[in-house]
């Protein structure tokens, strides 16, 4: 019979065992997420939508595979010719089987049997593969183009749903302050103070308010679906929300600097340079292929009881075709592929230029505002409420600093979205999000 110390143990250790259970099956499910459901939606910063972007876009994998294709494109172009193996056997007694000995098979039938390989000349192996890789090069330039692009993309969508939260919350602010006065108002009107006509004035203006709202968040609510379109449907879930500071960003920068940096960063430029390249090896590539090829071949015959063997080679008479025609085009192609580069090198310095200026007029009117308009149609709408609950204000001037004071809050706010949106845009045309 146990004692009572080796009972006590043994429900001791049982009992720490079932308390590591429950621990493991409490992580387990936190884990799983479903104490986690409390939490919240999951927000992400900007620097993190443009990662999940470049990572999970559906069209900028479909144009990195392009990539890959010109890749293989490379190993196609640098192979060799394969040989050309023949066997015949002639003059079989197919009808007279009887007749099928040795003596016959080896005195009466030929045979043969023989190899061929095309030697290619002019270099045209190296000049396909030279041809090929510079392809690749441009392709690689052109998908980072379209990174760039992406980015810009998902930063101005992303400014957009920042836009949306900003004006909802202003709405909603709003509501509940207009709230409060229309309950203050019911306490003069109850009082005797102002009349019913006033009262339901001031009442029926809580439907422009509450109207507010419900288009904010009518507007948040799309612009975060079009914002995860961009970036994945599947890298985020359904009740995502965005992290982020909708304020006013100082930049300074020099113009000549920014265009400095363009002309190094820009991918869609290095695709144009690199275009020429691709263009000289294509020319390099037809005036190879206007190089005539060499056959030679190897037959072992078998006739009448001798056996032989045979040399021969050929080669085209290039007295027509020597590729004239393509040599000529790719030499157009050539000077096509110059003036292109330097449309596009003029067009970085136009993107630049354009971009500044657009960040330095949108700059001056956000300045405006911070500089006192802001402030002043507060002051302006909280001197006339003042007023009018105190009986010294009009009811039609507290609603007309009332409207003042949400235009020009809800105008402030278009303003610093049409800066922020005109400082993507120079990052865009500068080609990095990192100005000097």
């Not at 609510?221 to 006013?248: C, H, K, P, T």
């Not at 610093?416 to 865009?428: C, G, H, I, K, S």
Request: hydrophobic residues 40%.
């Amino acid at each position: 019979m146990k004692s009572k110390r080796a009972v006590f143990q043994s429900r001791r250790s049982e009992a720490g065992w079932l308390a590591a259970c429950a621990a493991l099956v409490f992580v387990l499910l936190s884990s799983t997420g479903v104490f986690a459901q409390g939490q919240g939606p999951v927000k992400i910063t900007l620097d993190e939508a443009v990662q999940l972007a470049l990572q999970h876009n559906h069209n900028l994998q479909a144009a990195r595979t392009t990539i890959q294709q010109n890749q293989a494109q490379e190993t196609t172009a640098h192979l060799r010719p394969n040989p050309d193996l023949f066997v015949d056997w002639d003059y079989l007694p197919a009808f007279s089987p009887s007749s099928a000995n040795g003596t016959y098979l080896q005195a009466s039938t030929e045979a043969d049997a023989g190899l061929s390989y095309l030697i290619e000349r002019g270099n045209k192996r190296q000049a396909r593969y030279q041809a090929a890789k510079d392809a690749t090069a441009v392709t690689i330039s052109t998908v980072a183009d379209n990174e760039r692009t992406l980015t810009f993309q998902v930063a101005s969508q992303f400014l957009t749903v920042e836009l949306a939260e900003s004006t909802l919350d202003l709405a909603q602010q709003d509501l509940k302050d207009y709230q409060n006065t229309v309950e203050l108002t019911e306490i003069r009107y109850r009082s005797g103070a102002i009349s019913q006509d006033d009262y339901l004035k001031i009442k029926i203006q809580l439907l422009q308010f509450q109207n507010d709202v419900a288009q904010a968040q009518l507007a948040k609510v799309q612009g975060l679906s079009d914002l995860r379109q961009m970036l994945g449907s599947e890298s985020v879930a359904v009740n995502y929300d965005i992290a982020g500071q909708f304020e006013y960003q100082a930049v300074k920068a020099n113009l000549e600097a920014l265009q400095m940096q363009a002309l190094e960063m820009r991918p869609d430029l290095r695709a144009a340079q690199q275009s020429i390249t691709a263009a000289n090896s294509q020319y390099l590539l037809a005036k190879a292929d206007g190089k005539q090829d060499l056959t030679v071949q190897a037959n072992y015959t078998h006739v009448n009881g001798i056996n032989g063997l045979s040399f021969y080679t050929s080669i085209p008479l290039a007295i027509f075709n020597r590729n004239q025609g393509e040599i000529a085009r790719t030499r157009f192609a050539m000077t096509q592929s110059q003036e292109l580069e330097k449309q596009a090198d003029n067009q970085v310095a136009t993107d630049v230029h354009d971009a500044y200026y657009n960040l330095q007029t949108n700059d001056q009117i956000v300045q405006l505002y911070l500089g006192g308009y802001l402030a002043e149609a507060q002051a302006d709408r909280d001197i006339a409420e003042y007023s009018y609950q105190r009986g010294a204000a009009s009811l039609l001037d507290f609603l007309d600093a009332e409207r003042s004071y949400r235009a020009t809050q809800l105008a402030y706010r278009q303003v610093l979205a049409a800066y922020l949106t005109a400082l993507e845009q120079l990052r865009e045309a500068v080609g990095t999000r990192g100005l000097p």
